[in-house]
């Protein structure tokens, strides 16, 4: 079975270059666990699965991509899909060295991060619905400082919040040489207005906002049905966004030509005209838009889980990378906010082993021998303190068309994602 359709369909920009980047969001049907009466608690999970490498037909839309964000969804967990530059609708081009898809990552995942923070689900019995759809299906602008709708008392909120960085083939690759949660969050803290980074942030704001206000909006319905009629059992239509947040002439000028956002934002002209005269802004809200800078926000505890399909080990990645090390920081450098993506982690296993780590793979991948893998995953197993795991699935191949092997990938999906949440049920057996 097949991903659903997302909740929304957008861009960012990428902090690289400024390349337009096309991006989903998923929602689990359920974004409430309902305890005792009244008693209600939202978990923030939040996962992230990157595609295979873009010249050989890797995109979002790749079954194995899917399979595992699928099995992910159903655990309660919200998905986030993205295509690197070169790959489907995004713009650019594949790279020599990973470098800009390295940062093409992290551009998402810091918009994923500031998503999930946003996020204020109503306190309700009922699953709350996706967010109405637009019955055109036009791209709609941004209006980026809109007012935070009031948290419902009775909502019990987790203080903590549970991400997996994950990635299959070449996105795993890039996923295992992410910096620290704690460096991503860095890279947006303090953003200035018009710069790649601002952007993200009030892209996250708006979209979560969006949903929050759909959401209180149809959390009264009577007998299943949105405020607009639309039927909330069947599968939500998605809502697609483009266009700059920041206000005209205060976005920065790109390293490179800004004709691929241009083309963008050309479709929101008329738009943007229609809506202009409806947007209204507190004196607070004015005075935010005043502040040349985006105050840093303040996450609660982050758990990062990293999750490899398929990975790519030596020579393999070293040709897809043109042998340049993602990880060289240079000696001596001292890491700083604005610092290039690339030197933001110096020792890629690090992570993996001082993360909690899933690593699945076919013992007949044409890319990288069992012997290699087993040797890789043996070696970061036997780490002091590693929480580095893996599983090896007999007879897959690297692209997992043998008969049955889809399956037994679910399986070790589920059973990892129910391991790290602490959830009890049938676990398949793997």
């Excluded at 991060?113 to 709609?140: A, C, F, M």
């Excluded at 266009?243 to 963008?264: A, H, L, T, Y």
């Excluded at 943007?272 to 809200?285: G, L, V, W, Y």
Aim: net charge neutral; hydrophobic share 35%.
């Amino acid at each position: 079975m097949g991903l659903q359709e997302p909740i929304y369909n957008f861009a960012i920009p990428s902090i690289h270059d400024d390349t337009v980047l096309d991006c989903r969001i998923y929602h689990p049907e359920h974004l409430l666990h309902s305890g005792p009466e009244g008693n209600s608690t939202w978990k923030r999970k939040g996962a992230i699965i990157a595609h295979p490498y873009a010249p050989l037909g890797g995109c979002f839309d790749d079954p194995v991509v899917e399979v595992v964000a699928n099995e992910i969804l159903k655990r309660g967990f919200v998905v986030g899909l993205f295509n690197f530059r070169g790959a489907g609708a995004s713009r650019g081009r594949t790279s020599w060295t990973a470098k800009p898809e390295l940062a093409d990552y992290i551009s998402f995942a810091g918009f994923f991060i500031h998503y999930l923070l946003g996020l204020e689900p109503p306190l309700s019995t009922k699953p709350p619905p996706p967010v109405r759809s637009l019955s055109d299906h036009t791209l709609t602008p941004i209006q980026s400082l809109l007012t935070v709708p009031t948290r419902p008392s009775g909502l019990m909120q987790d203080v903590s919040m549970t991400l997996i960085f994950g990635g299959y083939s070449y996105g795993s690759l890039i996923a295992s040489h992410l910096p620290s949660t704690e460096g991503i969050l860095e890279r947006f803290a303090d953003a200035a207005r018009g710069t790649a980074e601002a952007e993200i942030r009030l892209r996250a704001q708006h979209l979560s906002r969006q949903w929050n206000r759909e959401a209180e909006r149809d959390s009264g319905s009577h007998r299943g049905r949105s405020s607009n009629g639309r039927d909330l059992k069947n599968p939500c239509i998605s809502v697609a966004f483009g266009g700059d947040e920041c206000e005209p002439g205060s976005r920065r000028p790109s390293r490179e030509p800004r004709r691929n956002v241009d083309r963008v934002r050309k479709s929101f002209d008329e738009a943007r005209k229609h809506i202009n005269h409806h947007k209204r802004h507190s004196r607070e809200e004015e005075d935010n838009a005043a502040d040349p800078h985006l105050s840093a926000v303040n996450p609660p505890p982050v758990n990062t889980h990293y999750l490899l399909i398929s990975p790519l080990l030596p020579p393999t990645s070293m040709f897809l990378t043109c042998f340049s090390n993602l990880g060289d920081t240079g000696k001596g450098k001292q890491q700083q906010s604005h610092s290039a993506p690339e030197e933001l982690n110096s020792s890629p296993e690090s992570n993996l082993i001082a993360n909690p780590t899933m690593a699945i793979y076919g013992d007949e991948d044409k890319f990288v021998s069992r012997k290699k893998l087993r040797k890789w995953a043996d070696g970061l197993v036997n780490k002091p303190d590693s929480l580095f795991r893996f599983h090896e699935v007999a007879g897959a191949g690297h692209f997992w068309h043998e008969d049955g092997v889809i399956t037994q990938l679910r399986g070790s999906v589920n059973a990892w994602v129910q391991d790290l949440t602490g959830e009890q049920g049938n676990r398949p057996i793997i």
